[in-house]
């Protein structure tokens, strides 16, 4: 009798053991599932009416998120003088080898000069016009300041670029109050008039889907600009300088146009430089970035997002293109840091930098500029945080803000091209190496050494 009591006892143990790990593994579907697709996204309203009327063909390129809907104000059917109205073309400013002609504020925020007072940081970036669609994000988010320098060649693009900025302006108050942009042509394929948009090139515009709008608009290309771009080098450096020194803050934070800062960023960056003071003034404040799956939602402050890193819906940027990039940045301590959530601090150094670090990072607008010198891809922006090293900037590593690109990146998905233009870059790279040397007389990490024993130290990417 007793062994038999003994058999039944087992077998309500074993049950019971059964029935939990049941539980458990539906508890982990329903906690991703909630991850993939949050239940509490409000609608899109669109109180302008004639703007809903055609949807765009074009999917979405960026994935909606519950924080990323637009909601249109009554002012969005407001008459407005075309956005480059003021703009000739015989003026603006050559850079220093006369390869590109720039012109600043061809576009002004209604608020940009009145928030550049309100808040210490101005967050700069830079782009150009097939690119721009995440901006919508980014302005939804930052409600500070922004300095746009975007790209445009030849008479279609700067058309289509008016158009699409005139769209955005429209139906995006946070665009048309604090987006300030920035032109810059190429001399060799230079618009020769300003042909100005009309009501009716807008009328057909879907503000509910702003990337989807941009695809359907870059079709629109000439074949010989479209030629033109995929053998030509997009201008990257000139671009970022515009953009710093167009910002009127005492702060910058330089970043790329598809990096979306965290909800409410600007409050607590703009807090936590009111209150910090740094020796020096040589401080260089990182913001970890990570990669999102195209099925999550962004994720509304750090926990959740270490709770999508752990499913794998989230990793830090570039992880698995090219680990060296933000590898430095060290993301597992900063996702073990979970003190002090309600305001921003340092919550480390960067103590292994090494080549090729390339943080988005706030700082004083007095860093180094970005060496124009490199064009396209590959040691743009590394070049330029190799400098802030050598010159004796410190990088710290802030917690809890955060900023997110979408997609995880593979090496598959990055085009051969990209390749060539860094393989051209790091020649140009051996000059610039020892400018650096000759300027602070200092080589911490034995960049001067010959090149077989330097390729055995350094990981070749950029």
Known sequence: MSQLLLFFQSCRLWNLSIASVLALTLSNVLLTVRLLHSTDCPFI?????SMASV???APPLTP???LEYIILDNSSNRTEKPVFSGLDLQLGRWDSRRLYKVFEFVVVGDKFAELSEQYSVCLATQSSIERLGPLVQVAHHWTG???VAIFAAGDDELHLLQVYLSFLRKCYPGIRERVSFHLAY???KAPSHVKQATPIDLMALDCAKPEATLVELIQMRSHDTTKWRSKNVYPQNHLRNVARKTCQSDNVFLTDIDIIPSINMTEYLDKFLRHTKCPNNQCAYVIPTYELDNRAR???DKPD???LARKGLARPFHHKVFIYNQYATNFTRWQADLNNLEETHVSYNVTN????YEPFYVAPDQVPPHDERFLGYGFTRNTQVYEMFVAGYQFQVLTPIFTCHWGLQNKKSRPAWRERQNNVNRKQFEVFKREVFARYHKDPLKMLMPKKALSRQVPIGG
């Not at 930098?353 to 090729?356: H, K, Q, T, V």
């Open 186 to 188: 190429p001399r060799d």
């Open 353 to 356: 930098f090494e080549f090729l």
């Open 305 to 307: 997002l270490i709770r």
């Open 64 to 66: 909606p998120t519950c």
């Open 145 to 147: 300041p922004i300095s």
């Open 298 to 300: 962004f994720p509304r």
């Open 55 to 57: 949807v765009a063909k």
């Open 45 to 49: 309203t669109l109180e302008d009416t």
